[in-house]
Every structure is written in C-alpha cells, then in structure tokens.
C-alpha cells in the first residue's frame, strides 16, 4: 500500500520529475552500404513517419520530435490513448505513423503541422496516427533505463507492452537477430518500410549520437524528363523533373534528380532548351497546388516527352518517389512510353506488414 501511494505521488510531480528530462533526444543512426554481418546486433525496420519520444508522468503527456521540438498540439488523439493507459509513468522511443488503407500516409502526418487546433482536431478524428514502438527508457518503476543495454531495454519494452490494455493506436515494431531475416524484411522495404536499422545489443541508449546504423534498399526506374528547374540565381538546368506513365495515357510528375555534374550543365541547358514545349505533364504535375510547395514549384520549364534517364531511388510514398533520386545515366534506347508507373511495384502494407514479419 505504501508503494503504491508513493508511486501515486511520483506520478503527481509532473514531467519534470522523471528520471529521463523532456529535454532527451532520440539516438540518431547513420546510413550505411549493408546490414551488419558479425554477431551481437539487433535489427528492425525502419518504418516511415515521425520520430518521437513520448512522455508521461500522471495526467501530463509529452510528444518531442527528433529535433526536440513538441508534437504534442498536432497528435492530440495519441495523447489521449498514452494518457489512458494503466502506466503513469513511462518514457518510450518510436515512430508516429498514420495508416490510410494498407500503407502509412506520410503526407497526412505532414498536414498536422498546422497553425489551427481546429484542423488538428479534425484531421485527428478522420486520419487517427499510430505510434510503433522500439525502445523503452524509462518504465513504471520510475528508473532509467538509458544506461541499460540495448538488450534489457528490448525485453523490459516487452514486458511493458505485453501488459497494457488492447489498443488500436499502440504497435510493438518486430525485432530479430537473424541476419536472413533482416535481409528478408530488407528486400521488401521501400514504402511503407523505409530500410533496416541496427543497433547493438549490448550498447547503452546514447541521446543524440549516431550510435545505430540504418541500411536502405536502392532501385532503379527509368523515368521521362518531363521538364526542368533552373540553379537558383543562373540560367543553367539545377534540376530535372522525372514523371512516368500511367496506364491512362497521362504522365504524372514523380520527383526530380539533381546529380548534374557542373562540366555538363551548359551543355545539357542547351539540350534542353530546344525541347522547352507544354504542357510537360498531362497527370500531376509540379505546378499543382500545395500547401508544402514553396513559390519555386511554379518555377519549372515544360519538356517535350522525349527524353529518358534512368535514376536510383530507395523510398516509394503515394505512387512518388519519397526523396530525390540519384542520376544513374541516359537512356537513349528506351522510348518515354515505357516509363511507366508499374515499375515502382507496390508500397509495402504495414498494419499487415507488422504481423507477416513476426510470423516470417
């Protein structure tokens, strides 16, 4: 009884009672060519939302991204679901995420970062976030769990998950030591699972230190340059814009390649200029309107559709290549019309993705 009530009265101090500050910020990692081959590491996915630590002592919540800044205004339904659980004190380490149909929508994440509660609170209800979790720091108990090795922490994260209540909003992200297994859940990233991150058994959590390593699957497409951004401040091509085919007929703008040597720029502005004609794309085009463009997405010259390049690539969201691509070369004996979308294959689905892993 005596715990208890001093457990109850821990609880009441607030977060700035707990054992690991609000102010800790996530171990980072840093990307490498292949997945580890020695023994003693633990691999995971790495799957493609926000970074958060997520703060709790009593009735108070916290959200910190990976930057340190709070999350807590834009995620008020997660948290509602971390302030209902049976723990009133915890400190755990993992990803935001929001399904939409099979896949993780990380456009919808990116339109919670909005000035007005009441879009919050709306998109909260329509488009309800997830929070996967990889790492515990501070359990129930109120100790810290940040010099504990990699290994105590996986199990006591275990065993916290294992007890909480059934919860839509809250996943256990699958761990293996298996090498084949990694790789496996490797050769199936690009969507939904952004890559593969390891990290060392026996390591303490280090906040803030490149101390784990992530590993990204790369692949190629080859894509219709379907117009080009100018280097800020010059008239020499900074930028090609990539698109590819849909069954439809129509060319919808992908992402864009930057990776231009500067020896060949005058030439390659020349080359291109002569093929300057609209509308470039006939699909989604940079142009359209968004909220997350900026003025220089109206700043882009329509090509003709007769050029091919082929680009490498390692993440595929909303049928767009996630970051910007790297040019590989050329492709004068490919016709535009067989850039077509299929080659990107399909996003990885992650509510079922989590079960087929475990079970694999």
């Avoid at 699958?174 to 297994?181: E, V």
């Avoid at 294959?345 to 079970?359: M, Q, S, T």
């Amino acid at each position: 009884m005596a715990r208890g009530a001093a457990r109850r009265k821990l609880g009441e101090l607030g977060l700035e009672a707990l054992a690991v500050p609000v102010t800790t910020v996530p171990m980072e990692a840093k990307l490498v060519a292949d997945l580890p081959s020695e023994d003693g590491w633990q691999f995971e996915p790495k799957w493609d939302g926000f970074r958060c630590l997520a703060f709790r002592s009593g009735g108070e919540v916290e959200l910190r991204a990976r930057s340190g800044k709070p999350l807590t205004r834009y995620f008020p339904e997660m948290v509602a679901a971390l302030a209902d659980l049976p723990p009133t004190r915890f400190v755990l380490d993992g990803e935001l995420a929001i399904p939409i149909g099979d896949t993780l929508a990380f456009e919808a994440l990116q339109m919670r970062l909005h000035p007005a509660e009441s879009r919050i609170r709306k998109l909260s209800r329509e488009t309800p976030a997830i929070f996967i979790l990889f790492d515990l720091l501070l359990g129930a108990a109120g100790t810290s769990l940040l010099e504990k090795p990699l290994a105590r922490r996986r199990a006591a994260l275990e065993s916290f998950f294992a007890e909480l209540p059934a919860s839509r909003a809250l996943r256990l992200s699958p761990a293996t030591r298996d090498h084949a297994t990694a790789r496996r859940w490797l050769s199936r990233s690009g969507g939904a699972l952004d890559g593969i991150v390891a990290k060392r058994l026996d390591e303490p959590y280090l906040p803030g230190e490149r101390a784990m390593l992530k590993v990204k699957e790369q692949r190629s497409a080859d894509c219709v340059v379907g117009g080009f951004r100018y280097l800020r401040g010059t008239k020499q091509v900074g930028s090609l814009l990539l698109g590819l085919y849909e069954p439809d007929g129509k060319l919808h703008h992908v992402e864009f390649t930057s990776t231009i040597a500067n020896d060949e720029r005058p030439r390659l502005t020349r080359r291109l200029k002569a093929l300057v004609s609209p509308p470039g794309f006939t699909g989604n085009s940079p142009g359209a309107p968004s909220r997350w463009s900026g003025e220089r997405s109206a700043e882009w010259q329509p090509l003709s559709p007769e050029l091919v390049v082929e680009v490498r690539y390692d993440q595929v969201t909303g049928g767009r290549f996630r970051h910007g691509t790297h040019l590989l070369r050329w492709r004068p004996d490919k016709a535009p019309r067989q850039c077509t979308c299929e080659q990107l294959g399909h996003e990885a689905r992650p509510l079922k993705l989590v079960a087929e892993l475990v079970e694999s």
